[in-house]
């Protein structure tokens, strides 16, 4: 059984103001207060290809093991480990991000596509984010009757957690938009 999910949200930001705000999300105090299922971040792979102007990056993200306290018990984690890849291509102005967890696997899968493009009724002003998400409990004899409540309680977490990251989007683009015009918040 699969839990999916999709979002779309409008940042009335322009694509690069959005993009740079991207990779500061993680590593800004203030965030950190708020993203609090985010224990580290860590770059393991950044390569740009010169011939498309393409910057790929692999980051490894260590978070909080979603799901209810009972599951992570059972699983013996209370961490899990990601992997992150983005590919940036400044000529078609998109961003698209890709993580999986690498950790957790034989009981449950999560995928989380993220991309970044220029609105296409304000190209120059606004920025449009679609994530995807997908959760696959993978059964277990002792909790095969329980899967679809744990797949709706980590989507739910999930979109909880989404928020929170639009809302420190937002703020670090008006961060970013206040210190491009030389106003100090």
Not at 34 to 55: F, P, Y
Not at 119 to 136: D, F, G, L, M, Y
Request: hydrophobic fraction near 35%.
């Amino acid at each position: 059984m699969v839990k999916a999910y999709t979002q779309e949200h409008v940042y009335k930001h322009p694509w690069e103001r959005v993009t740079s705000a991207s990779w500061r999300k993680y590593v800004d105090p203030e965030n950190k207060r708020i993203l609090t299922h985010i224990v580290e971040v860590d770059t393991l792979d950044r390569k740009l290809d010169l011939s498309s102007g393409k910057l790929y990056t692999t980051r490894a993200l260590t978070i909080h093991a979603p799901g209810p306290w009972f599951i992570r018990r059972i699983v013996g984690q209370d961490i899990c480990h990601c992997v992150e890849s983005t590919i940036i291509d400044p000529k078609s102005r998109s961003m698209e991000l890709t993580t999986r967890n690498i950790s957790l696997q034989k009981f449950v899968e999560v995928e989380e596509k993220i991309r970044y493009d220029p609105h296409p009724k304000n190209p120059n002003a606004w920025t449009v984010c679609k994530q995807q998400t997908s959760i696959r409990i993978k059964p277990l004899s002792a909790l095969a009757s329980m899967a679809e409540k744990v797949e709706q309680r980590c989507a739910e977490r999930f979109l909880q957690n989404s928020a929170k990251g639009r809302d420190v989007m937002e703020r670090i683009c008006k961060y970013l938009e206040a210190e491009a015009s030389g106003i100090s918040l």
